[in-house]
């Protein structure tokens, strides 16, 4: 049985930092895409970025670029979410999401396991 379990929310106040962290069980994590989207109230979930099966690969939203950094360590089956500069728009449920394939895509229905999200709140 796979499972995602993410850690690192919290609330922070603009322009602070948090890192959000994604730990996989039951499957080799390292075969796969993984990616970070996010919910904030009354939106429809979102890309936020990804990690090729290597780590070879990132993407991200272009809202995020250049605040965000997402990296895996392998060993330890964990995708982390660097968070810098944060805003009041970045409130939001963060999910962690384990790909169909090996490149990360920007639709969630490139995705079969999900982590129960992350709440992370960004005070102005």
């Known amino acids: 049985q796979v499972q995602l379990v993410e850690s690192g929310g919290g609330l922070v106040q603009a322009g602070g930092s948090l890192r959000l962290s994604c730990t996989a069980s039951g499957r080799t994590f390292s075969s796969y895409a993984m990616a970070w989207f996010r919910q904030a109230p009354g939106k429809e979930r979102e890309f936020v970025a990804g990690i090729s099966w290597r780590g070879t690969s990132t993407s991200y939203a272009d809202s995020v670029k250049g605040r965000f950094t997402i990296s895996s360590d392998n060993a330890k089956n964990t995708v982390y979410l660097q968070m810098n500069s944060l805003k009041p728009e970045d409130t939001a449920v963060y999910y962690c999401?384990?790909?169909?394939?090996?490149?990360?895509?920007?639709?969630?229905?490139?995705?079969?396991?999900w982590g129960q999200g992350t709440q992370v709140t960004v005070s102005s």
């Open positions: 999401a384990s790909g169909r394939g090996t490149w990360p895509t920007l639709s969630g229905n490139g995705y079969n396991y």
